[in-house]
T-cell receptor
């Protein structure tokens, strides 16, 4: 079974530029999560989708970050414009149902490492 | 307001058991406890989860205190491949939220 795919793996941009990340979850997984992980910290949930609807985006900086999940499968996360403090690893994860139900397992992709100069 | 508290780091010898603690004093009866680990330069991977009773799987055991305010992840025989950051996650059912802790970096010495 293929895992969660993410691209690109690495990205270097200058501040005020735009960047987009792509995630392909495990086939059949209804729930998709985007996390931001700053060096030395635990992952922080940015947004959670259930199929193509948003369950939680309370920690997404909506003035510069946006995310969509087309047809309830693939997802893109965009930053526009980027700031220095956006330098982090962006992780995508998926699960069959929502972890909020209690017993669901999340499967993580390898992440995209973003450096903003 | 941290939902879970973990030691920053721990050290273990290879082939010995490791007990990784997590405090979650604000837990309620419907909140699940999950553990994930993250190897260097990889995404986190699932280890184990539980609600009230102790749990075992091929990777580890999870011991949950009787009052559920703390739990312990047990690796029965640590190997060098177990060196990772271990995260304790509290899934708050009533608030529809879940939180990663800051994690414990486990170092395994040969």
């Amino acid at each position: 079974e293929a895992g969660v795919a993410q691209s690109p793996r690495y990205k270097i941009i200058e501040k005020r530029q735009s960047v987009a990340f792509w995630c392909n979850p495990i086939s059949g997984h209804a729930t998709l999560y985007w996390y931001q992980q700053i060096l030395g910290q635990g992952p922080k949930l940015l947004i959670q989708f259930q199929n193509n609807g948003v369950v939680d985006d309370s920690q997404l900086p909506k003035d510069r970050f946006s995310a969509e999940r087309l047809k309830g499968v693939d997802s893109t996360l965009k930053i526009q414009p980027a700031k220095l403090e956006d330098s982090a690893v962006y992780l995508c994860a998926s699960s069959l149902g929502s972890i909020l139900a209690g017993g669901e397992t999340q499967y993580f992709g390898p992440g995209t490492r973003l450096l903003v100069l | 307001d941290a939902k879970t508290t973990q030691p920053n780091s721990m050290e273990s010898n290879e082939e010995e058991p490791v007990h990784l603690p997590c405090n979650h004093s604000t837990i309620s009866g419907t909140d699940y406890i999950h553990w994930y680990r993250q190897l260097p330069s990889q995404g986190p991977e699932y280890v184990i989860h539980g609600l009230t009773s102790n749990v075992n799987n091929r990777m580890a055991s999870l011991a949950i205190a009787e009052d559920r305010k703390s739990s312990t992840l047990i690796l029965h025989r640590a190997t060098l491949r177990d060196a990772a950051v271990y995260y304790c996650i509290l899934v708050l059912y009533n608030f529809n939220k879940f939180y990663f802790g800051s994690g414990t970096k486990l170092n395994v010495k040969p």
